[in-house]
T-cell receptor
Framework: DADVTQTPRNRITKTGKRIMLECSQTKGHDRMYWYRQDPGLGLRLIYYSFDVKDINKGEISDGYSVSRQAQAKFSLSLESAIPNQTALYFC????????????FGDGTRLSIL | QKEVEQNSGPLSVPEGAIASLNCTYSDRGSQSFFWYRQYSGKSPELIMSIYSNGDKEDGRFTAQLNKASQYVSLLIRDSQPSDSATYLCAVNPANQAGTALIFGKGTTLSVSS
């Protein structure tokens, strides 16, 4: 089983719908992250959380919200999806020390029509 | 604005050659550096971590770090077609325990057989 699991893996939906992407991890890491990736734009950080009570905005948080339900679970929501939120979304985790690398889930391919 | 810069490529090398991928970063006090490999449509995979000046070797991969020049590189010896991917450089900002890694946009490597 994957250490970082994202669900769903693929989602096609319509403009205006509310969408939740879920991430769970078995690595025991405190830190969790959500990124989106678009061709030519690299990975862009949406939100990150360093523990259950800590939520921080990344560089592109507008239009998104998150919930850290437990140490192992971090969900990303699009309250009212729009077509330019079509992208590949990744969840990542890392250990408690700032110098540790991030480990990524397999991603969710989201298409908004 | 802390930045990580990479040439987007594509970098094209023949099979068996050495591929050299470069990355510069703006935060002089950065302490942790990582290379990720990402195949098209897949998630980034950690391949190297480096924390000290000099070289670090792991199989066909060598990471090189020069903090004075704010430069980190990845050498791939005996390049194989399976090495064709996008390589992402990531840097942990100095004394920033409360922030996420900063990623470059990646260099696309193409190894021809």
């Amino acid at each position: 089983d994957a250490d970082v699991t994202q669900t769903p893996r693929n989602r096609i939906t319509k403009t205006g719908k509310r969408i939740m992407l879920e991430c769970s991890q078995t690595k025991g890491h405190d830190r969790m992250y959500w990124y989106r990736q678009d061709p030519g734009l690299g990975l862009r950080l949406i939100y990150y959380s360093f523990d259950v009570k800590d939520i921080n905005k990344g560089e592109i948080s507008d239009g998104y919200s998150v919930s850290r339900q437990a140490q192992a679970k971090f969900s990303l929501s699009l309250e009212s999806a729009i077509p330019n939120q079509t992208a590949l979304y990744f969840c990542a985790t890392s250990g408690p020390q700032g110098e540790q690398p991030q480990h990524f889930g397999d991603g969710t391919r989201l298409s908004i029509l | 604005q802390k930045e990580v810069e990479q040439n987007s490529g594509p970098l094209s090398v023949p099979e068996g050659a050495i591929a050299s991928l470069n990355c510069t970063y703006s935060d002089r006090g950065s302490q942790s550096f990582f290379w990720y490999r990402q195949y098209s449509g897949k998630s980034p995979e950690l391949i190297m971590s480096i924390y000290s000046n000099g070289d670090k070797e792991d199989g066909r991969f060598t990471a090189q770090l020069n903090k004075a020049s704010q430069y980190v590189s990845l050498l791939i010896r005996d390049s194989q077609p399976s090495d064709s991917a996008t390589y992402l450089c990531a840097v942990n900002p100095a004394n920033q325990a409360g922030t996420a890694l900063i990623f470059g946009k990646g260099t696309t490597l193409s190894v021809s057989s």
